[in-house]
């Protein structure tokens, strides 16, 4: 089974920074593309960062230059460095991978729960 846990939501202002991980554990063979989501009260989830195995990150206009999407290897931890928050970035967090484990070669996709950031004006 594999678990993706997400840590290091939280509340700050507008203006600060967090940093929140995720980590896969379980039976992994290999990890593609892994991504991070949110979604607020009312509205869609949306992508904020995604970085491929081989390094390549990719961001939305409304995060560009403010978040940084980061992994050490080619597995987890991966990071998302969040800083020049706005309360509009307020959001539960959700990470996002596309896991291939042991015995096969099809990536599905697996979700953390969730974490929350609430930035105050």
């Known amino acids: 089974q594999v678990q993706l846990v997400e840590l290091g939501g939280g509340l700050v202002q507008a203006g600060g920074s967090l940093r929140p991980s995720c980590a896969a554990s379980?039976?992994?063979?290999?990890?593609?593309?892994l991504g991070w989501y949110r979604q607020a009260p009312g509205k869609k989830r949306e992508l904020v960062a995604s970085?491929?195995?081989?390094?390549?990150?990719k961001y939305p206009d409304s995060v560009k230059g403010r978040f940084t999407n980061s992994r050490d290897n080619e597995k987890t931890p991966v990071y998302l460095q969040k800083k020049s928050l706005k309360p509009k970035d307020t959001a539960v967090y959700y990470c996002?991978?596309?896991?291939?484990?042991?015995?096969?070669?099809?990536?599905?996709?697996?979700w953390g729960q969730g974490t929350q950031v609430t930035v105050s004006s």
């Open positions: 996002n991978a596309k896991i291939a484990i042991f015995g096969s070669t099809h990536y599905y996709d697996y």
């Open positions: 970085i491929t195995s081989g390094g390549v990150t």
């Open positions: 379980g039976s992994i063979s290999s990890i593609s593309t």
